[in-house]
Every structure is written in C-alpha cells, then in structure tokens.
C-alpha cells in the first residue's frame, strides 16, 4: 500500500508520529473539559466528594438547578402540595425543595449570543472593508496607519479598562449590549484588519477589474467577487473575534451587571446552598462551549478549503 | 460596437515609467485591429486605459467621438479578455459566462441569459463544462470560457490581451480562425494584443507595432510586411525573420548609399544568378526549406519552395529579386 504514496505526501512513520503526538496534546486539553461536562452531570454531593468519583450515577439535577431558582421548604408544606407535574418539578421536591421561578441563565446566555455574534459581525465586516481599501488604494500614510491600528493591541485591552469605564458612563453604554457590542469590535478590529489585508492582497485585483468591465460598480464587484474569494479569511478572522468575544470575562465583569452581562461573568456566581452549586456551573460551562464549538465547525469546511489556486494562467 | 480613437495617450507609471508615449490610433468599428509588440512594449497598458482601468497622463481616448477619458469601466462598455486571471474561481462556468449579463446595469432576463450562454457554449465548444466549477478546466478550456464571457455580450469593443497564448498550436489555430469568423459574422470591433506575428497577419485588417510605448508604425498587414519603416517593424513580420546587412556585402550587386539593407528570405532566390555562397544548414518544414548561406562573411536565410537537395558546405548560385530590397539608414529607419 504504502508504494502507492507520492513522493510528497509523509512516510507512514511521520503519519504515525504526528498522530501520537495529536492524540497526547488531545488528552491533555481534553481532560479538563471532560472533568466539567462530567461535573455537570453530578449530583451536588458527588460533586464534591473526596477522593473525587471517575464513575458516578448521572444526574441533570446540575442543568435543573442551573435554569431554576429554588427554595427549601419544611417537609409538611411539601406534602401539602399536589403532586409534581414534571420531571424536574420531581426531581428538585426529592431534594426537598420547589421551584421558584426561572434563573437569569437564559438571560446571560442570549446577552452572550447577541454580543458575541453582534461583534464578531461587524469586526468582520468592518475589517474587510478596512482591508481591502488598505490592500487596493492608494492610502495617504498606509504603512503609518496599518502599524497604529496594530498598536492598539500592543498592550492587553484591560490597561484601558478605567478611562473606558468612566467613558461608558458618561456616554450611557455601560450595561448595553450596544455598548458590550462597540467595545468587543474595537478590540477585534485591528487583529480583523491585519488578517484580512493579508488574504486580499492574494487576491489578484484581475477578479474586480473583469468585474467592473463587466458592468459592475466597485462595490457590487466587492461583495460578488471579493468576499467570496476571501472567504478562508474571513472564517478564520470570524473564529478569532468569535472565541475573543464570546469568551471575554473582566470587561463584562466591569461593565455588565443586569442588562447587558454575559454568561461569562455569570457562570461562576451561581450559589447553592452552602457554597458554589458545582453541577450547575459544570452544566452552564458545557452549555456555554457549544455555540462557539458549532461555529467552528461549520467554518471549519472554508478554512481546509484554502485559496482557490487554478482558475488562474499565469 | 464603437469605432474607437486614442489620441495622443500617456500613462506613466510612479512618475518616470513612461509606458505609453503618444499613442494615437484608431479602431474603426466592425474592424479587426491587431497590437503588435515585443514584451513590455506596451500592449496591456493600452487595453487597459481604453477599458478604463488605468487613468491616463494625458490624451483623449473616443468612443463613436464621444470622450470617455475620465468614464468608469462599467460605463464605457468595453469587454475584456485579460492576459491571465481570466475566471471566477468561485463560479460555474455557467455562471462566469452569465456574469456580465447578470450585472445591474443590463438587467437581462435569466431566460435570454439561458440562450445566450448556450449558443456561446456551443461555438467555443465548451457545452459539456457548463457546470464545471471554473477550476475544473483545463487551461485551454478556461481560456475558451474567458473569450466566451467576453463575446456573451454586445460591447463597444472587444479587448483581448493574448488571449490564445496557453493553447497548443493545433488549438490556437483553429481558435484563430473561429475568432475571425466570429467577428466578420458579427461586425464586431476588436483590438487584439500579441506577440504572435502569426496571429497579427491571419487576423488583422490593421497592425499596429508597438515599440518602447511609441507607435512605430500602422498599416494592413502587407503594408506592415512590404513596407516597413524600420528595422524594428520589418523584424516584427515574417518568418523566418529578415536578413538586415550591410551595404557594403552587396556593394558588388546593389549601389546605394543606404547603411543597411533588409532582404526578405524568400526574395532570395537559390540555384539562379551568379553570386556564390556556401550552405551553413538546412531546416526542412515540408513544403518549404529554410537554407542559411554563408556569403562574403556573413549568414543569411533563404526560403526556399519545396525540398532542397543540398547539404552543409556545397556551394551554390543565387539571386536576389532587387526590387524587394529595402533601404535603412543607420538609425535602423527607412529611406526611399
Ligand atoms: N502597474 C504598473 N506599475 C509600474 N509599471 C508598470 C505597471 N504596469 C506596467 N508597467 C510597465 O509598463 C510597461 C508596459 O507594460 P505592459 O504590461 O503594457 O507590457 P506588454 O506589452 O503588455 O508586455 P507583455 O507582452 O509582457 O504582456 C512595462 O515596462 C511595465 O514594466
Ligand atoms: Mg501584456
């Protein structure tokens, strides 16, 4: 089988090598969050047991706590009540308590999907045509402008954290999604910019000149031709300003209290009784990793894709 | 379709490279006008500036008289078949040929879009890759699909820079003659870059020879090939090329006070006369025989009909047919 290979394609025995080292960096980062998706199918108890159980009974008391609010009420006033309809309503009176309402979870993890995706957007629009102007015309100053941009990541975003504190609320964006939104952009922006330059000039500028022979203004021929061609930039520009956003703890920390505050800086201040509730912070983690998980892989297919070499003579 | 007229064009790039020096010419509409020119003289920079993708320095560039120097691409209404990046490598070939009419300012209905990709399909033999992605084709495909996005339309001009340059002899010949057929067919105007004097004598109804971003000289192609007014044009045509030697080699035959003289290889005549030179090589191409003499010092080829029974060193007469012979100065350019 093996003679079949090209001569450009790896040896078995490097195959083989990387696929160990692969799998050993795989366990490594994967034993962590397998630790917290188990954590989040514990019960309160088991959760923090010592020595720690690998095997344990499943629970989703952990996700039943994590979209409640209960309280603990005396045996007699349980009895009194009907039975329970549900089978979380079953599960919480067993623990000897009822359902008071809905947690503010829901809440945080939309604030989080809507800024998240908010930013991600416009850091990735914006960058594009910031890129491209900076990759195809004449800028007064580009290289001077290109380096600034740049130096507003030369020091981490947090060194700023007061003078924007004061100025959000002055300006009245502070606990916005608006504001949550604008603050995640400028800071994804120069890295967005950066990338994106970098796959528009690979892009040959024959694509849009056809384009605007062809009738097209420059901006249709943008859109029509550019960003498709530009697409593995865009997905790999869009999963870097994704996992920044959708990630981001001490501004939201900061700035987000009721309105605008993210999963993030939720998550860990979920209390139980006596103490941090650790199923249910295993369970809002597990569901916190999925949208950015999902959004990878589905961009996944542009990156692997890579530039279109071929259609082109040269 | 336009009748086209540069005047007096300039474009120089970063401010010292002059790469087109007052061009002026013009394409008559329904006319097939051939850009010749070695690498760098000049050519795409002229399409490129009638396309409107380059801003010219100075001059007038005319559609049908009327000036479109500062008009954008899309208004102008030009079609253009570049050098190289010639398809969207995201589109079908349906769809790269459907493109031009699909652009806001045409609005052509998707069922007379159908019918025109269709018919263009056909002529450049390429219906069976209609829905190939665009980087699925061979480079002989793609380049057919490129001058099929081109003649989809109906524009002032065609523009076409070397557009058969990556096919195989056999293709590129055939291609000539279907592109020439197509635009009598279609009385359409073109301008058409190359380097190929082949291309520029089948094809042309006017040569324009490019030299160093000048115009060096315009004319039918049996102008161009009769009578050129330079070293530099005469090289341009025929092959194999022109002898070009001094006068003082046929001082013996031809009296002239001209520096150098330019001999046609097929203006020499073998086995006639009575000059006497001895033979270097023989080419055979078939029907034809390029000899290469060797005569008072110097080579010269000859074209010789049918096939030439001699070899390396025999010695043989010749001839030269003096009313073809053409006179230069030492500035390489014409004199009566
Ligand atoms: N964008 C540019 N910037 C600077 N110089 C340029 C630019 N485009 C062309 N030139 C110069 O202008 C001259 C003419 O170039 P052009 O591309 O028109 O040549 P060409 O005749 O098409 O050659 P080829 O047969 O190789 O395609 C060359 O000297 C080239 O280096
Ligand atoms: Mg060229």
Redesign the interface.
């Known amino acids: 089988m093996d003679t079949s290979r090209s001569p450009l394609e790896p040896s078995g025995f490097s195959r083989k090598l990387a696929a160990t080292i692969i799998i050993v960096y795989m366990v490594v980062t994967l034993i962590p969050i397998t630790w917290i998706v188990a954590t989040s199918f514990k019960s309160v108890d088991s959760a923090i047991s010592y020595p720690p159980e690998v095997f344990f009974e499943p629970s989703l008391e952990g996700y039943v706590n994590l979209f409640t609010n209960r309280s603990r009420q005396p045996k007699e006033y349980l009895d009194s009540l009907p039975p329970p309809e549900t089978w979380y309503e079953e599960l919480v009176r067993s623990r000897e308590m009822v359902i008071t309402g809905p947690s503010k979870f829901i809440g945080r993890y939309s604030n989080s999907l809507i800024i998240g995706f908010g930013a991600t957007f416009l850091s990735v629009f914006l960058g594009a045509l910031a890129a491209y102007a900076f990759s195809r015309f004449k800028v007064p100053l580009k290289d001077d402008l290109m380096f600034f941009i740049l130096s507003t990541r030369m020091f981490p975003p947090i060194a700023v954290a007061v003078p924007i504190f004061i100025m959000y609320r002055k300006l009245g964006l502070g606990d916005t999604h608006l504001g949550m939104i604008i603050l995640y952009t400028v800071v994804n922006l120069s890295l967005a910019v950066w990338l994106l330059k970098g796959f528009m000039d690979e892009i040959?500028k024959?694509?849009e000149?056809?384009?605007?022979?062809?009738?097209?203004?420059r901006m249709?021929a943008f859109f029509k031709?550019v960003l498709?061609?530009a697409?593995t930039g865009i997905a790999a520009t869009a999963i870097f300003c994704m996992i920044f956003s959708w990630n981001e703890y001490a501004f939201a920390v900061l700035l987000t209290q009721f309105n605008a505050q993210t999963a993030p800086p939720f998550i860990p201040t979920i209390i139980g009784e006596g103490g941090l509730d650790w199923p249910a912070i295993g369970a809002g983690t597990t569901l916190f990793l999925i949208p950015v998980m999902i959004f990878t892989v589905v961009l996944r297919k542009h990156l692997l894709r890579g530039i279109?070499?071929?259609?082109?003579?040269? | 379709m336009a009748t086209v007229e540069l005047q007096g064009v300039t474009k120089i790039f970063d401010k010292t490279v002059k790469a087109l020096d007052q061009i002026s010419f013009t394409v008559q509409n329904g006319k097939f006008f051939v850009l010749l020119g070695p690498t760098g003289a000049g050519k795409t920079t002229t399409l490129r500036a009638i396309?409107?993708?380059e801003k010219i320095d100075h001059g007038k560039i005319l559609f049908d008289e009327e000036d479109v120097t500062t008009a954008?691409?899309?208004a102008?209404?030009?079609?253009?078949v570049?050098?190289?990046?010639?398809?969207?490598?995201?589109y079908k070939v349906y769809d790269n040929l459907a493109?031009?009419l699909r652009?806001?300012?045409?609005k052509v209905p998707e069922q007379e879009i159908n019918s025109k990709v269709t018919k263009i399909a056909e002529m450049l033999k390429i219906s069976s890759k209609l829905n190939n992605k665009?980087?699925e084709?061979s480079?002989g495909e793609?380049?057919r699909v490129a001058i099929g996005?081109a003649l989809v339309?109906e524009p002032n001009i065609y523009l076409m820079d070397e557009p058969l340059s990556?096919l195989d002899a056999k293709l590129r010949e055939s291609l000539r003659v279907e592109l020439k057929n197509i635009q009598l067919n279609l009385g359409a105007t073109i301008l058409y870059v190359t380097h190929d004097q082949a291309e520029a004598t089948t094809m042309a109804d006017q040569i324009g020879v490019l030299e160093n971003g000048k115009i060096a000289q315009i004319g039918s192609p049996e102008e161009i090939y009769n009578n050129p007014n330079s070293i530099y044009v005469a090289n341009r045509l025929g092959s194999p090329k022109i002898n070009i030697v001094k006068n003082s080699v046929l001082s013996s035959i031809i009296s002239t006070n001209a520096y150098q003289l330019g001999l046609r290889p097929e203006h020499i005549k073998l086995g006639q006369g009575d000059l006497s030179a001895s033979v270097k090589t023989v080419e055979a191409l078939g029907a034809e025989t390029v000899v290469e003499l060797e005569y008072n010092g110097i080579e010269m080829l000859c074209l010789y009909q049918g096939s030439f029974d001699g070899q390396r060193g025999d010695n043989i007469k010749f001839a030269i047919d003096q009313s073809k012979v053409l006179f230069f100065n030492e500035d390489g350019n014409k004199i009566l």
């Open positions: 040959p024959e694509y000149e056809a384009a605007m022979i062809d009738g097209y203004s249709q031709v498709p061609q697409m279109t070499f071929g259609a082109v003579r040269k | 396309a409107g993708l954008q691409p899309a102008r209404d030009t079609a253009f570049f050098q190289q990046y010639s398809l969207y490598p995201h493109f031009p652009s806001p300012l045409r665009a980087t084709l480079g793609m380049q996005r339309r990556s």
